[in-house]
């Protein structure tokens, strides 16, 4: 990035229109950077120098570095049934009434949005990924030079360091995150301004960020009234609440009129609001910063003697996260003359309620994604330090910092794997059993059924899902969901099944730690795909499995009860006693 911006003041230097020390911001910064770094910020300042290219540059150079990471396939969790929910909104289906899904309906939404307008295609999602990283990256940037000239730049580099490999896969998580920036963005201005229509405007972005996380616009939502009410210096703080209050219950009462007309109003409540804390927190329980030994240990083993250094460097900025409430309270008490002001209040209030948004599942990616405005915050509190040991301690974070975010960019363009889709081709660490196998046996558009967790090989191959869900675990859907996945598979008569077997030994543990496997005479799905499905393949723990072409009646159990197939049957009761199993 430093590059390219030392690039563009020598290609500006060489037309003659930009002198060194002709700006304010270039004199600033030269009389307070001694020493070798002098020159460095002195031609940064100068290229920041300009509102009217500061943007334009920093755009570009995140472009330059944001393109690489565009052609692989990096962190296919989230992104698979986001994209599987939004080639079926585009198709014309309503989320939740006829498909299934944990996220809010905006997101499927927005990724719509990009299939129409580059079709239903890996370039796409590419486009969406692109669009929404690099808004939300200068988002952060003018929201920390806003609050503290010269912060910007550290804390955009810390900020894409540790975004990967969240980020380029789409998450519901980061388009939210992209929205609530935008949100605080124009609270800000308008705290500067007081522009009309801005906090109307910024509402709306509110009301956007509850249509992709609920919670996380409420909570955004709470501060940013907040905000507005302690603004005692303002006459009618009134007003501008019920501005910001209007364009949010805009987007909330259009949403609801919109799923009521199409008669899925009851379903996108249950999704929402009643399902979550109900089920999906069954088997979201994890410690505190879950993910980080299990990272460290990973990178300790790169080396077998500087392991445990490159460990200990490329972990400052997960350390930093994992400590930022901390990091921010103590920065807070020590510069308490100037952490506690106008200016200052804002991001308090905005970051503790987008990092409690996320706090529900407490490891180290949702902290990441909880952190962006307390990042802000710390940094620019670490601007104002001159002691000389906390600005040793700057250094060492932001140079920790750029070695990750290089090393995340020369791990990507080590996926030199190219794997051709129905929708594109991508660039892959290693070879894909699943996709050679969906090129080979499954047309565009015909059915296939992926369980219990990989959803993003629908998107991939085109295919369709029989079922309204993307995925099927245990705890997490109710029995009746289970039943209703073995009844559609029933009627549609799938052809092709693409199971995968190491789901509850190493995705399970890796992702979701509180999930527990039940025993086997309380499941469901297996003995469905075990009695009407043949083996045909297996590699790297898929089972690729084939329908039977003589479908065997079901089977009375020794015990005299029915089976599960029958229970699934339209109308038929399912055995109290199998759903309490389940349950």
């Known amino acids: 990035m430093y590059g390219g911006l030392v690039l563009g003041q020598r290609i500006a230097a060489s037309l003659k229109w930009m002198a060194p020390g002709s700006f304010a911001a270039e004199r600033s910064v030269a009389a307070q950077v001694p020493g070798g770094t002098k020159r460095l910020s002195v031609t940064l300042a100068a290229i920041a120098g300009r509102h009217s290219w500061r943007y334009p540059v920093v755009t570009a150079c995140l472009l330059l570095y944001f393109y690489p990471f565009l052609r692989v396939l990096t962190l ?56 929404g990283g690099t808004a939300t990256a200068l988002l952060v940037y003018f929201l920390a030079r806003r609050l503290k000239p010269g912060s910007e730049s550290p804390v955009l580099l810390f900020w894409l360091a540790v975004s990967f490999p969240t980020w380029p896969a789409i998450n519901y998580h980061l388009v939210a995150n992209l929205f ?180 529900h599942r407490p490891d180290m990616i949702h902290l990441v994604l909880g952190s962006p405005i307390l990042l802000v915050l710390c940094f620019s509190l670490l601007h104002e330090v001159r002691i000389g040991a906390m600005i040793q301690v700057h250094r060492t974070v932001a140079a920790s910092a750029a070695i990750l975010a290089s090393v995340a960019l020369l791990f990507c363009l080590m996926a030199s794997v190219r794997t051709s889709t129905p929708v594109g081709s991508v660039n892959a660490f290693n070879k894909s059993p699943v996709i050679d196998f969906t090129n080979s046996h499954v047309k565009p558009g015909e059915t296939i059924f992926v369980y219990p967790y990989a959803p993003i090989y629908y998107f991939l191959s085109g295919a369709s899902n029989p079922t309204r869900f993307s995925y099927l675990m245990y705890r997490c859907h109710t029995p009746g969901q289970m039943f209703e996945a073995i009844e559609s598979l029933e009627k549609d008569k799938t052809r092709y099944v693409i199971w995968d077997t190491t789901f509850e030994t190493v995705m399970a543990p890796t992702f979701l730690p509180g999930y527990r496997p039940p025993a086997d005479s309380d499941r469901v799905i297996e003995p469905y795909l075990n009695e009407h499905y043949k083996e045909i393949g297996f590699e790297n723990g898929f089972r690729f499995m084939e329908r039977r072409t003589a479908e065997v009646a079901p089977a009375v159990a020794k015990t005299g009860e029915r089976r599960w197939i029958a229970a699934a049957a339209p109308g038929t009761l399912i055995p109290s006693a199998t759903m309490d199993a389940l349950d």
């Not at 080639?87 to 289906?93: N, S, T």
């Not at 009434?97 to 949005?113: H, K, Q, T």
């Not at 522009?195 to 409420?218: H, Y």
């Open 180 to 359: 609530a920036l935008a949100a605080f963005g124009l609270a800000v201005w308008w705290l500067d301004s007081a522009r009309p229509g801005i906090l109307f405007i910024c509402g709306v972005a509110v009301g956007i960020t509850s249509s992709m996380m609920l919670q996380k616009g409420a909570l955004l939502c709470s501060a940013l009234v907040l905000t507005l009410w302690l603004q005692r210096g303002r006459p009618r703080r009134l007003a501008p609440i019920v501005q910001l209050l209007s364009g949010t219950l805009s987007v909330a009462v259009g949403v609801a009129a919109y799923f009521w007309a199409r008669g899925g109003l009851s379903d996108l409540i249950y999704a929402n609001i009643v399902w979550p804390p109900t089920r999906y927190n069954k088997i979201n329980h994890l410690s505190y910063g879950f993910g980080l030994a299990d990272n460290f240990r990973g990178l300790t083993s790169v080396h077998p003697v500087a392991g445990f250094a490159i460990a200990s460097i490329l972990s400052i900025p997960s350390f930093v996260v994992l400590l930022l409430p901390l990091i921010a309270i103590i920065l807070g008490f020590c510069l308490r003359a100037s952490s506690f002001t106008a200016r200052t209040l804002p991001y308090w209030l905005v970051g503790s309620a987008l990092w409690i948004s996320e706090a």
């Open 76 to 131: 296919p969790v989230d992104e698979g049934w986001c994209l599987t929910g939004a080639a079926r909104v585009y198709h014309g289906q309503l989320p939740f009434r006829d498909f299934f899904e944990v996220g809010g309906p905006g997101i499927f939404y927005w990724i719509a949005l990009f299939f129409s307008l580059f079709g239903e295609t890996w370039l796409a999602t590419r486009a969406c990924v692109l669009v």
